[in-house]
């Protein structure tokens, strides 16, 4: 899996428990605080005492585990399963545990929480998003109470009174929508360059692109060009490949996004996607991401309205690398203490330059997950499984992966040198970063 504009889109074809229900517990209202990486949502969890980090997606319906992270967690009443959805082959095993209690917060609970539980190893996402991520969490999350998500302050507000609610989004602007298979879905206009198509798409926020959209469902339909063979992501079944290029616009509502990125993946990717009638793709967290957003599911409405975000363009990693983070290891840190000064025999003063420390922290190891071809990267001779020293001179073991990306997609043309180290020699590498896919008319 990619950290380019991607993440991942899951899709369980499950049974849903009528019972398995979060609920606002004493409280009139709850404020969760997020982390936002690559325009995915990262929420804290408390799993049966064990307190973990999950994704908020709206593109999943059930609540599922695919990381511990050295946590103790006990799960009772677990049997085992198959899962099916995004990628090549038909299923995958799991296991299902009913009956835990999960707590978002101090008020907002569920107490037959049913949860699923990923045994594929590839699954784990932590290393793309450079924090433990333990699960996804999706349709329960949503299904009861009207939810606000400010991207721009990083916070989810639940809502259990509904006056206090319509008084919040007072200034929204009202989208319908509608929950098939406990998902929200819209209708939008696609304009790939001039003609306007109205389009049922997912909102999924599990997914960090800002659209996509699938080319077998669609007809006649063409790629706009330029447009790149790439790796989209992964899914419960696999990788994902398909094309990624820009359209002319999308309209939501009143809103328009002009040359917004899409990705499209290939067929044989959604093969055994279990997908609602005329559905034609997704919007997800790159558009999300410039609103303040209101779902309410027991309505079927979507409430957006616009942030400090919305004009940001829609940035491409231009270089053609993806980068994960390798776990983290002991560095040691050279600290100059002040020097200390006592009287000399002849009267003067004697400086002692001895006092230094070693301070030894743990920091991250970051090296290139795959590189996409005839990519800048590709060109300058980096390879899978470089191990990244230094960007520009400053240390990768300062960074965050976040900061890495950022960088990737900052300006066209500017120049990035990378110290690498492969097969335990360092080597350095220079190239430029190239938007291979401007919107052409």
Do not use: C
């Not at 639940?158 to 989004?169: A, L």
């Not at 590709?378 to 230094?390: C, N, P, S, W």
């Amino acid at each position: 899996m990619k950290l380019r504009y991607l993440f991942v889109l899951l899709f369980f074809s499950i049974f849903t428990d009528a019972q398995n229900s979060f609920e606002l517990e004493d409280t009139e209202k709850t404020v969760i605080p997020f982390k936002l990486i690559a325009n995915l949502i990262f929420i804290p969890v408390n799993i049966n005492g064990a307190d973990l980090t999950f994704m908020l997606d709206t593109g999943v319906v059930e609540t599922s585990i695919f990381s511990l992270e050295n946590q103790e967690l006990t799960l009772p009443n677990v049997e085992k399963i198959k899962f099916s959805g995004l990628g090549g082959t038909a299923s995958i095993d799991g296991f299902r545990s009913d009956n835990n209690v999960a707590r978002i917060g101090k008020n907002f609970i569920n107490r037959s929480a049913t949860l699923y539980i990923i045994t594929e190893q590839d699954f784990n996402i932590s290393s793309h998003v450079g924090i433990p991520v333990n699960g996804i969490i999706g349709y329960h999350f949503f299904k009861n109470h009207p939810i606000v998500i400010d991207y721009y302050n990083r916070k989810i507000t639940v809502y259990h009174h509904e006056d206090i609610f319509r008084k919040k989004i007072k200034r929204f602007e009202e989208i319908d929508i509608t929950i098939e298979k406990n998902k929200p879905y819209l209708l939008a206009d696609v304009e790939m360059t001039r003609e306007r198509k109205n389009s049922k798409l997912l909102i999924d926020l599990g997914n960090s692109d800002p659209i996509w959209l699938f080319p077998a469902l669609i007809k006649d339909f063409i790629y706009n060009r330029p447009n790149i063979d790439d790796y989209l992501g992964r899914g419960f079944n696999g990788d994902v490949y398909g094309k990624r290029s820009r359209i002319h616009h999308l309209y939501l509502g009143n809103f328009v996004f002009e040359k917004p990125l899409t990705a499209m993946p290939d067929e044989f990717s959604i093969q055994h996607v279990n997908m609602v009638e005329n559905r034609k793709g997704s919007i997800g967290g790159d558009i999300m991401r410039r609103f303040t957003v209101a779902f309410d599911y027991p309505n079927q409405k979507l409430y957006l309205r616009k942030s400090r975000n919305f004009n940001d363009p829609f940035h491409f990693n231009m270089s053609g690398l993806d980068f994960k983070q390798d776990g983290m290891e002991w560095t040691k840190d050279l600290i100059s203490l002040p020097s200390k000064s006592k009287g000399s025999p002849a009267g003067g003063t004697e400086v002692i330059n001895n006092n230094l420390q070693y301070n030894f922290v743990l920091k991250p190891i970051f090296s290139i997950a795959g590189v996409r071809k005839d990519s800048p990267g590709a060109k300058a001779g980096l390879q899978k499984d470089d191990r990244l020293i230094t960007i520009n001179g400053r240390k990768t073991a300062d960074m965050t992966l976040q900061k890495i990306m950022e960088l990737m997609k900052s300006e066209e043309g500017r120049t990035i040198v990378m110290l690498i180290e492969r097969k335990n020699k360092p080597l350095t590498l220079t190239f430029k970063l190239e938007d291979p896919i401007p919107y052409q008319e």
